[in-house]
């Protein structure tokens, strides 16, 4: 019993120590980050943005939870920057958009006209790379399960930002009368430019989760499908060997000209009847020794890696033999014996 009030005490403690992290980034309407803004969050909590623009604030979970919270960006020089748009929920980092201040004195009809033109450029050709970078993820066959559900999340991703564009865009159609239904004219352009630079934002994000799946997937592709071709050795002395080879598809599909792909190298020196030594090699610049020598080669051409081991290469380790083998990752993509 003692334990079971010992911890029901210590529950409120637990409760009350919770905090929930508030970050965020400033910018001008330029997309240049502006330093040493000091934010409000809250009616407790304050913070300063860093050289990049961006700040960081922590609230009591228990004082703000299921409330409105009040974000205030000021700066000497700046117009003041107010929403009250967040409701913090649970303990998880809250990431606000981006927050666009306007200069005094500069007039928001005209920074807002100018950054209208470059931000919507931006955006039309970011939506034609995601459109682009989608169409290629669902058109792959046997896409694992995994990405699959990526794919789905990525497109919900995509829908949420053309909504939040195409109400962007009727906004700027109707410009003149959505100035003259607001009182503080400041506060709406602030508030326009705020909505431009998030949708800008989660599109790179959006492009970057596309990008990464479509380098794993290629990178797999690669792995089952390469091989290495017409491997030649030459020897130029006792440390040192040449090897040239070309790599094929493994299904005598065409190779993307001018395409390269980071192979790995491993040599091994037959000893005796069945046994074999890994040779050892130091790259440029380091003293530690390595045993898979790792080279961006091209897809299409021929190519050629050096391979320097101390005295690997002399002339009665060469009447033995050699074995090379060829890895993408770690598939092995070519064997090749040379002797002497």
């Known amino acids: 019993m003692r334990v079971l009030f010992f911890f029901l005490w210590l529950m409120p403690l637990v409760v009350t120590a919770q905090t929930v992290t508030v970050k965020g980034h400033i910018v001008d309407f330029n997309d240049n ?6 934010v ?18 922590q ?11 009040t974000i205030i960006a000021e700066k000497r020089g700046y117009k003041t920057y107010e929403d009250n748009s967040l409701i913090i929920t649970d303990s998880k980092t809250k990431v606000l958009n981006k927050i666009v201040l306007l200069k005094e004195g500069e007039n928001p009809v005209t920074a807002t006209s100018e950054i209208i033109e470059k931000n919507n ?5 970011n939506d034609k790379i995601i459109a682009e970078n989608q169409a290629l993820l669902n058109n792959m066959e046997n896409l694992p399960i995994q990405y699959r559900n990526q794919v789905r999340v990525i497109q919900m991703q995509i829908d949420q930002a053309r909504v939040i564009m195409s109400e962007i ?9 959505e100035i003259s239904k607001n009182t503080d004219k400041d506060r709406f352009f602030q508030n326009l430019l705020t909505r431009e630079q998030s949708i800008i934002s989660q599109q790179e994000r959006i492009v970057d989760s596309q990008e990464e799946i479509i380098k794993v997937i290629v990178t797999q592709a690669a792995k089952s499908t390469l091989k290495v071709a017409d491997a030649k050795v030459k020897y130029l002395n006792n440390n040192e060997i040449d090897i040239t080879f070309r790599l094929q598809d493994a299904f005598a599909k065409n190779l993307t000209a001018n395409s390269t792909q980071v192979i790995g ?9 069945s046994g074999t030594k890994v040779l050892k090699f130091k790259p440029e610049g380091s003293q530690l020794e390595r045993d898979l020598l ?12 050096r391979f320097v081991s101390s005295n690997a290469f002399k002339n009665s380790n060469r009447k033995k033999g050699y074995v090379a083998t060829f890895y993408v ?3 092995i993509i070519g064997v090749q014996g040379f002797r002497k």
Do not use: C, W
Request: overall charge negative; hydrophobic content about 40%.
């Open 33 to 38: 980050p502006v330093v040493n803004v000091r």
């Open 40 to 57: 409000k969050v809250g009616s407790a909590a304050s913070a300063y943005t860093n050289e990049e623009g961006l700040f960081e604030a």
């Open 59 to 69: 609230l009591s979970l228990r004082s703000h939870a299921n409330r409105r919270i």
């Open 121 to 125: 450029d931006l955006m039309e050709a």
């Open 169 to 177: 865009k009727a906004t700027i159609r109707n410009l003149e009368d």
């Open 265 to 273: 190298m491993k040599i091994e020196q037959l000893i005796g009847q």
């Open 294 to 305: 790792e080279q961006n080669v091209s897809l299409t051409g021929e190519n050629t890696i």
């Open 329 to 331: 990752g770690d598939a």
